[in-house]
Each structure stands twice: as structure tokens, then as C-alpha cells.
């Protein structure tokens, strides 16, 4: 177990937004920092961070919380794992104790596989270093690749032995068990056999955003024709292809930084781009661009310089890389090596200036790029300048952006020498007929016999209005549990001829004592259990302290409930006005209006349950008109009286 006083010290420490700018490109806004959601694919930032109340709230995916909250969903860590990562992060010493047998069966079959990956990971990495056969072999290719010794540490780069199972007897004999050996595709099970995955090849580890081992790609270096050239883990419930980079944990930083991404093919061309000088690069490991590849570059840079190597025959079919770059509301370039040179051979030989250079002189927006490949391809045949020009206005309908079509438009006109007008009227063609096949799609997936539709569906969700109200008295005691307000009651006050009148009365409280007095007074409790934890926290916090840091109260709770103190929270940091005063309207601020708030507030809430206690008085047994309970008139009665009371204070109409 971690101590307390330790995750209290990584609380302190850690600041919300250091951290979640590691993952997300963030801009600031106003107090607080925004982004795009890191959860859902969107192209309008409404990812919050509020550095004062160190906390976050994503509007689109409506996940929130704290800084080890984020962690836990964007990197599916643990509790304690998130604690660890922040304290790495920020060089604080944690105190662990070595995992039992049974801690081990007990731990999630996912984090198995992550323990798995990272021993295979560490072992790799060992035997290139320290085994002959390594240093022999796997490090020998290395250095002729020119990767240096704090390159090979940096990427952490391993050799697996040329033996059948040398690594997987090692995990076994090291308490690791053989079904998560196959499942992360370490080993291979056949029968009563098992075989090592990359037996005798050089080994490329591959991490997540974070920095976790997902799986690994592998070298073979020897001749044989049967082998694959190069191979990788098989898709796990840690491993996806689809939705890795490599190098993205190395170069997180720098792609946000330098506001763009290099876009390479393999491994080698990554690590010696980074060798060079130039971290901002990662690279698809050999297979097609997918858009959650593309969208998680997204997060970090808007930006992507695509690297091709002078390989003309597969430009064409990378280009299609470029149109889901496109599809994604991203500006892309493209930068093409000299024949016969890729990146990595390209960076090995030039000095980082000159490489620089190359990059800033050679880069091409994408459509002078595809305008000059696709008219060298057609020459003087005017049929195959045709299909180029509508290959080109194609691409431009990938474009979310209205205004960046247009842009285009004009400049493959002037590039194609064609008229504006034709191109746009190709361009509408090619938006009605996408527009019509994806109405076709929709019908078939929506084409059914006729189902009789019950009007209970059709019908909309009332509002939980007592959950509504519940929800409101924690936003008001988190804002304003501890300020001082004057609070206006009407007091019932009897005449000497019997009539009751209401006598107004104001009385200083602070809000957090109010509510608690007002709720005590009607015995209201509240009905949703997490609202109700949340409450007695607050009071007792604000009776304890007397004063309510959101940024250490939220630190202190269970991750659902920092999750929906976040909600609460940011949801108010949402609906803030706009700078009115600087355009002389003056409003009062919502601290101002505290105190009618918190009143009506609390009002309503009574007025609720009052009546609901008469729908519920009113359902009693009856007999002939008459209730058999003599009591239940009066009660009713008097309940129809406060019910009237609470109307006038809250100046309705009766």
C-alpha cells in the first residue's frame, strides 16, 4: 500500500495542468486552459482545465475529475498506478512492498498483460546489453545502423535470443504465467509446445501515450526468404495497431511544441530522426494510416508533415494517408527524399541543419504536392489531366472547412489553369453524391418491417426535478459553503383575532450553516446516496475547517465522487459570462446573487417534498368520500398551509 502522506505529497505536487498537457494541446482560456477531448473525436475544443480548482471536465464525453482521474481514463491506470506515474513525474520517493502470489491472481488480466510486456520489455533490453549473443549480434546491427548507446537506452531497444523458448522459460521461471505469454503474443502455444515470438530478432518496444508497454515490433537479421522481414505483437486487449504510433511517448512533447508532427514508415526512421535532433516524429509502423492514428496526433498538433521515402510507387498509394489527414480538419504537408534515400538514411547522413533545411525547403502543401505527382503521371493526355483534376478536387472534399475548400479551390485552379467555376461545380457534384450514398446507407441499416413503436418511448424523459435540486445544494455549498450571506425568512406570527400573518425577518448566516439548519428543520433527507455522501463531506468539512479548498477536497475523495464534484463544478466554469463589462453592461455576479439562490434553492426543495407528502396523504384509505384516518384531513391541511408559505417566499402566484 501506498502512504497516505505520500499521495498527499504527489496531490500537492502534481499540477493538473502539467500533466494533462502531456497528452493535449492546450490553449489558454480565460482562468483555465482548452482543448480537444482526448476521449471523442471532435473538431471544436470543449476540454476544460481549471488550474485554481486543478481539476477538468470534458464536455463532449461528460468525463471529469481530478489529475489521477485523468490518468485512470485516458491511460486505464489504477488508483495506485496513477499515483505512481505522478510521482515519477515529479521525483517524489514512493514506498512500495513486493507483491504477494495472491496479490499477483488478484490483479486485473489487463494489468497482467502490462506486467507482462514490461518484464519482456526489461529482459530484451538486458540481453542486448549484457549477453554476448547481444552485444554480438543485436548491438553489432545497431551500431551499424548508427544508433548510439544513449540512443539504444533512450528507445530502449532489445535483442531476443536465437533459441526456441529462451525467453518464455525465463518468464516462467520468473512466476509469470503462460496464458498471459500468449495473449500479449510473446509466446507462441502449439500443443504442449511454446515457442519464443521474436526468436533472434532485434526488438523495438512500442508505448502508449504514457509511456506503458503495448506490445513490440521485431527484426529478423538473417536471410531466410520464409520469414517475415519485420514482425509485431498481435492484437491484444492492450494492443492495436489501429490506434498506436510509435514513438509518440518520446515525442509527445516536442509535437506540441513545435505545433507539428512528422509522419514517417518505420522504426529506424523515427529513432534516427530523434537521434539527429528532431523529436517531433513518429511513425505508423509499417502499416495504413488510420484516422484514430491521425486523431491521436490530433490532440497534440494540427499540424503533420508527411515523410516519403523516393520509392515513386508507393507514393500513390500514400497519398490516401492524406485525404483521412484531410478528413480530420488537420493541415498536412508532404516531404519527399531523394531517390534512393529514406529518413532514416537521409537524417545518418546530413547534419541536423542540413536536414532542418531540407524539411523547411522541401515540404509541399499537399495539393502543390498532388498537383505535380499527378500531372507528371498525365503528361500531355488531356483524359488523364481530367482525372487528375478531379483526384485533386476529391481530396478538397475531404475538407471539413468551408473556408480552407475555398482557399484550395483557387489554388489548384491557378496550378491546373482551369476555371474556378468548373472546379466548383465538380466539388458540388462530389458532395451530393456522398451526401446521397450516405442517405442510402442510413435507410438500408434503418430499413425493418414496420414495428408497432409503444408511446412510452416516444415520449421524453421528465426532468428529475428532486434530483435537479439535490444536485444544485452541493454546486451552491461547493461555491459558497463558507461565504456570509443575509437571508430573508417570512415568520409566522399569529394576531389577536386569530388571522395568521407573515413577518419579514433577516437573519446572517453563512450558506453552509443555512442549508444545514433549514433541512434539519423539515427532516429532509436527500434521496440520491452519492449527493448525500457528498453533502455530510461538505458539512462536515466546512464545520471542521471552516473554510472548503476545492483543489484538497477533491484530492481527498473516491474518484466517482472527485468525478462528480467535477462535473458540478466545471459545468459552473462553462456558463460563465462573457466580459460584459468592458462593453458598459454591468450585471451582478453570481456571488451576488448568492444568497436569493441558495434561498430559492432551498425552497424549492421544500416545497417538493411537501408536496409530495400530500400525493402521498391523499392516497390513504377512503370510505364513503371520507379518509378512515381522521388525522389525514388535518395533516393534508396543514401541509396545503406550508405549501402556501413556502409559494409566498418564493413570490409565486397562489
Known amino acids: 500500500m501506498i502512504a497516505r502522506t505520500t499521495i498527499d505529497q504527489v496531490f500537492d505536487t502534481a499540477r493538473v495542468e502539467e500533466v494533462i498537457g502531456d497528452f493535449v494541446q492546450l490553449k489558454k482560456a480565460g482562468s483555465n486552459f482548452k482543448g480537444l477531448s482526448p476521449f471523442s473525436d471532435e473538431r471544436t475544443p470543449s476540454f476544460m482545465v481549471s488550474p485554481v480548482k486543478q481539476i477538468w471536465k470534458d464536455f463532449s464525453s461528460g468525463k471529469g475529475g481530478n489529475v489521477v482521474t ?25 514506498e512500495e512492498t513486493e507483491q504477494t502470489d495472491e ?17 519482456a520489455r526489461d529482459y530484451f533490453h538486458d540481453i542486448l546489453l549484457n549477453s554476448e549473443q547481444g552485444k554480438a549480434i543485436g548491438k553489432t546491427y545497431f551500431k551499424e545502423r548508427g544508433f548510439t548507446d544513449e540512443t539504444i537506452k533512450k528507445f530502449e531497444l532489445g535483442y531476443s535470443p536465437d533459441r526456441w523458448d529462451a525467453f518464455t522459460a525465463h518468464a516462467i521461471k520468473n512466476g509469470y504465467q503462460l496464458s498471459f505469454l500468449e495473449k500479449t503474443g510473446l509466446t507462441i502455444v502449439k500443443a504442449d509446445k511454446q515457442f519464443d515470438r521474436f526468436k533472434g530478432r532485434v526488438i523495438f518496444p512500442i508505448l502508449s501515450l ?8 521485431g527484426r529478423i537479421l538473417t536471410n531466410d526468404k520464409k520469414a517475415a522481414k519485420y514482425l509485431n505483437s498481435p492484437e491484444s486487449d492492450i494492443y492495436h495497431k489501429s490506434k498506436v504510433l510509435y514513438g509518440i511517448y518520446n515525442a509527445k512533447q516536442s509535437i506540441a511544441k513545435e505545433d507539428n508532427c512528422y509522419l514517417v514508415e518505420g522504426y529506424t526512421d523515427v529513432i534516427q530522426f530523434y537521434q539527429k535532433g528532431i523529436h517531433n516524429v513518429v511513425s505508423s509502423s509499417g502499416t495504413a494510416l488510420t484516422p484514430e492514428q ?9 499540424n503533420i508533415t508527411v515523410l516519403f521515402d523516393g520509392d515513386a510507387a508507393g507514393l500513390r498509394a500514400s497519398l490516401r494517408g492524406v ?35 531540407y524539411l523547411e525547403d522541401k515540404a509541399q502543401d499537399f495539393i502543390n504536392f498532388k498537383a505535380s505527382l499527378l500531372a507528371t503521371e498525365a503528361k500531355n493526355d488531356p483524359i488523364k489531366k481530367a482525372d487528375t483534376i478531379r483526384d485533386m478536387v476529391m481530396s478538397i472534399s475531404k475538407i471539413p472547412d468551408n473556408i480552407k475548400q475555398e482557399i484550395y479551390i483557387k489554388e489548384c485552379s491557378r496550378i491546373m489553369d482551369i476555371s474556378e467555376e468548373v472546379l466548383f461545380s465538380t466539388l458540388a457534384q462530389i458532395l451530393q453524391k456522398e451526401k446521397r450514398e450516405a442517405s442510402k446507407r442510413s435507410k438500408h441499416v434503418s430499413a425493418r418491417p414496420m414495428d408497432v413503436v409503444s408511446t412510452e418511448k416516444q415520449l421524453v424523459d421528465k426532468v428529475d426535478v ?7 445544494i452541493i454546486e451552491l455549498l461547493l461555491l459558497y459553503g463558507n461565504v456570509e450571506e443575509k437571508f430573508e425568512d417570512l415568520m409566522l406570527e399569529a394576531s389577536d383575532d386569530g388571522d395568521i400573518t407573515y413577518k419579514p425577518e433577516t437573519v446572517t448566516a453563512k450558506v453552509f450553516e443555512k442549508v444545514y439548519l433549514d433541512l434539519q428543520e423539515d427532516e429532509i433527507e436527500f434521496a440520491n446516496e452519492d449527493f448525500k455522501d457528498l453533502y455530510y463531506e461538505i458539512i462536515n468539512t466546512l464545520n471542521q475547517d471552516q473554510e472548503l479548498k476545492i483543489e484538497k477536497f477533491v484530492n481527498r475523495l473516491q474518484p466517482e465522487k472527485a468525478e462528480a464534484v467535477t462535473h458540478i463544478l466545471m459545468d459552473d466554469e462553462k456558463y ?29 426543495l421544500r416545497s417538493f417534498y411537501v408536496k409530495r407528502k400530500i400525493e402521498q396523504l391523499m392516497l390513504s384509505p377512503m370510505k364513503n368520500g371520507e379518509y378512515l384516518d381522521k388525522s389525514v384531513m388535518e395533516d393534508v391541511n396543514d401541509y396545503k398551509k406550508l405549501d402556501i408559505l413556502l409559494s409566498r417566499k418564493l413570490n409565486r402566484v397562489i
Not at 488508483?79 to 510521482?87: C, S
Not at 496479490?103 to 518484464?119: C, H, I, M, N, P
Not at 491521425?294 to 494540427?302: D, F, W
Not at 538514411?345 to 547534419?351: D, L, V
Open 294 to 302: 491521425i486523431r491521436l496526433v490530433n490532440r497534440l498538433t494540427k
Open 210 to 217: 504514457s509511456g506503458r508497454v503495448l506490445g513490440f515490433g
Open 576 to 604: 460563465q459570462r462573457h466580459d460584459w463589462e468592458s462593453k458598459d453592461i454591468f450585471a451582478p455576479s453570481k456571488k451576488e446573487l448568492a444568497s436569493r439562490e441558495v434561498s430559492d434553492t432551498l425552497l424549492n
Open 466 to 472: 428532486q434530483f435537479q435540486l439535490e444536485r444544485k
Open 70 to 94: 485523468f490518468l485512470m481514463e485516458h491511460e486505464h491506470f489504477t488508483y495506485p498506478e496513477a499515483i505512481k506515474y505522478l510521482a515519477k513525474k515529479y521525483g517524489i520517493e514512493i
Open 103 to 119: 496479490q499477483k491472481a488478484k490483479a486485473s488480466e489487463r494489468e497482467s498483460l502490462y506486467l507482462v510486456s514490461e518484464f
Open 323 to 357: 485525404d483521412l489527414i484531410l478528413e480530420q480538419g488537420m493541415n498536412v504537408k508532404i516531404c519527399t527524399f531523394p531517390e534512393g534515400e529514406d529518413p532514416d538514411s537521409f537524417a545518418k547522413n546530413n547534419s541536423l541543419e542540413e536536414l532542418t533545411l
